[in-house]
């Protein structure tokens, strides 16, 4: 399995912006299409955004127009930068591959996550 390190959360105000990424311990990165999730309190899991190996991206409309996806292949790092943030962008967030042609599949592995809070 894949091992996947997500890092670069942290406490911004509303407005502000972060940059996630997410390391995986794979030679074959490049041929996995990821996706970034988050799960915030009391609440299920959800994706936000995906790109394919040839860098395609589709984004949940929730994140539409202030995140955005990215990849390194030669570093098999995969970012999230996110603008624009608000308070209910607060989660814990997740990268992960994409399971049975499906960005709503849950399964796989996940790795430890990032908090992200954002203050109002």
């Known amino acids: 399995q894949v091992q996947l390190v997500e890092s670069g959360g942290g406490l911004v105000q509303a407005g502000g912006s972060l940059r996630l990424s997410c390391v995986a311990s794979?030679?074959?990165?490049?041929?996995?299409?990821m996706g970034w999730y988050r799960q915030a309190p009391g609440k299920e899991r959800e994706f936000l955004a995906g790109i394919m190996s040839d860098s395609s991206t589709v984004y949940a409309d929730s994140v539409k127009g202030r995140f955005t996806i990215s990849r390194d292949n030669a570093k098999n790092t995969l970012f999230l930068q996110m603008d624009k943030l608000r308070p209910e962008d607060t989660a814990v967030y997740y990268c992960k591959t994409r399971i049975g042609g499906r960005w709503d599949n849950m399964g796989g592995s996940w790795g430890q996550g990032t908090q992200v809070t954002v203050s109002s």
């Open positions: 794979t030679s074959d990165f490049r041929l996995y299409a």
